[in-house]
């Protein structure tokens, strides 16, 4: 099972970009879809997008389409998610989550990032 | 992309069995048998529980089960226990955004 470590905490002024980073301990990522789910304060979930490591596809929400970029290292144990263009509202804990199939449920869960988005 | 549709809260006693609604539409619940769940204890990270709208991980714990007519996923939790008091949140593939989670239903035990 993968244990996935993501970087620490975040404050950014509005309009700047935030990259946050997802490390694999004891496995690489190459055989999970990794998702993006963030959660604002005092909100529900909400996807933003995935990519499968294997091949380097990537896809994301309409809404983040334009604004999030997944990419990996290449020795396939670190993902990457970077949010552009932020706002107040992008205000929360981002996770990375690991899927090992592409139906198996996002059943491993980094520990979570909060990003600030603040003037 | 609108997020399912979850009651904002349910509640019930010890012992008691419960069920959280999520609809969606014949583009997302009603197309594909691929709804998650997902309990969130608040300051926690999230723990899947049901996926392929009725299967469990492994080691889960059969008090949760879940079932689906139409475009409405049901999770069932029965034997009520206090350390269930948590959000729930369903998810399900969608045709036109790829994934789309519920709006979450924080459950009281009583």
């Known amino acids: 099972q993968v244990q996935l470590v993501q970087s620490g905490a975040e404050v950014k002024k509005p309009g700047a970009s935030v990259r946050v980073s997802c490390e694999a301990s004891?496995?690489?990522?190459?055989?999970?879809?990794i998702h993006w789910v963030r959660q604002a304060p005092g909100e529900g979930l909400e996807w933003l997008g995935w990519?499968?490591?294997?091949?380097?596809?990537?896809n994301s929400a309409r809404k983040f389409q334009g604004r999030v970029t997944m990419t990996m290292d290449t020795s396939i144990t670190t993902v990457y998610m970077e949010l552009s263009s932020l706002r107040s509202d992008d205000t929360a804990v981002y996770y990375c989550?690991?899927?090992?199939?592409?139906?198996?449920?996002?059943?491993?869960w980094g520990q979570g990032t909060l990003v600030t988005v603040s003037s | 992309q609108s997020a399912l549709t979850q009651p904002a809260s349910v509640s019930g006693s010890p012992g008691q069995s419960i069920t959280i609604s999520c609809t969606g539409t014949?583009?997302?619940?009603?197309?594909?048998?691929?709804v998650s769940w997902y309990q969130h204890h608040p300051g926690k990270v999230p723990k899947l529980i049901l996926f392929?709208?009725?299967k469990r991980p492994s080691g889960l714990s059969n008090r949760f089960s879940g079932s689906k007519s139409g475009n409405t996923a049901s999770l069932t939790i029965s034997g009520l226990q206090a350390e269930d008091e948590a959000d729930y949140y369903c998810?399900?593939?969608?045709?036109?955004?790829?994934?789309?989670f519920g709006t979450g239903t924080k459950v009281t035990v009583l």
């Open positions: 998810c399900s593939y969608a045709d036109t955004d790829f994934y789309v």
């Open positions: 014949t583009n997302d619940v009603g197309n594909h048998n691929l």
């Open positions: 392929e709208d009725t």
């Open positions: 990519i499968y490591p294997s091949d380097g596809d990537t």
């Open positions: 004891r496995y690489t990522v190459i055989d999970y879809y």
């Open positions: 989550v690991g899927e090992p199939t592409g139906t198996s449920g996002f059943d491993f």
